[in-house]
T-cell receptor, first 114, second 113 residues
Framework: NAGVTQTPKFQVLKTGQSMTLQCAQD?????MYWYRQDPGMGLRLIYY???????DKGEVPNGYNVSRLNKREFSLRLESAAPSQTSVYFC?????????????FGEGSRLTVL | RKEVEQDPGPFNVPEGATVAFNCTYS??????FFWYRQDCRKEPKLLMS???SGNEDGRFTAQLNRASQYISLLIRDSKLSDSATYLC??????????????FGTGTRLTIIP
């Protein structure tokens, strides 16, 4: 039972490089999210997709783009990475947007930007 | 002022003891409340929702105090496996009807044998 799968789990980038974090869920959930977690900051929402075909900005969207490829997949792209984007990124999904408060998270992707 | 505030800890508690920690929130219109658990270098997982009347799940009890705008988590007969960071989560609805979940920074708990 995979749940939410993120790739890659670890990545080191140089400033200015680009990369895409991939996320897929097999729970037939409608809503998907990308969060970042930094020490002392808590989880902060970058972008979310309430349902297939829609995406919305969260609290910290600058420097990121997203694509809801289909119901299962939601990718996060860093076009020109900056050291401030060094963080742990979590993808999550839920049946409906935020309603129940239960989000299912992937294992996280640890990104370092040098 | 942060929207959701938690004492970061760490709380170092002997096995078998009872431990409690609080979380305060700033938006009085907040609708729903949750506790998540996050093990070291792992993803967060929902521990329990917090209901207005308070609720219990085994050794865990969650309480909501709307007047003082805080929620609490009580763990009785603590186990080594309870060692984790506990995240307070608050659901708000904006004036435009948009919902969002705000996560606290977490309280780190270590149970000592």
């Amino acid at each position: 039972n995979a749940g939410v799968t993120q790739t890659p789990k670890f990545q080191v980038l140089k400033t200015g490089q680009s990369m895409t974090l991939q996320c897929a869920q097999d729970m037939n959930h409608n809503s998907m999210y990308w969060y970042r977690q930094d020490p002392g900051m808590g989880l902060r929402l970058i972008y979310y997709s309430a349902s297939e075909g829609t995406t919305d900005k969260g609290e910290v969207p600058n420097g990121y783009n997203v694509s809801r490829l289909n119901k299962r997949e939601f990718s996060l792209r860093l076009e020109s990475a900056a050291p401030s984007q060094t963080s742990v990124y979590f993808c999550a999904s839920s049946k409906t947007p935020f309603t129940s408060g239960e989000l299912f998270f992937g294992e996280g992707s640890r990104l370092t930007v040098l | 002022r942060k929207e959701v505030e938690q004492d970061p800890g760490p709380f170092n508690v002997p096995e078998g003891a009872t431990v409690a920690f609080n979380c305060t929130y700033s938006n009085s219109a907040s609708q729903s409340f949750f506790w998540y658990r996050q093990d070291c270098r792992k993803e967060p997982k929902l521990l329990m929702s917090v209901y207005s009347s308070g609720n219990e799940d085994g050794r865990f009890t969650a309480q909501l105090n709307r007047a003082s705008q805080y929620i609490s988590l009580l763990i009785r007969d603590s186990k080594l496996s309870d060692s984790a960071t506990y995240l307070c989560v608050v659901k708000e609805v904006s004036n435009f009807g948009n919902e969002k979940l705000t996560f606290g920074t977490g309280t780190r708990l270590t149970i000592i044998p």
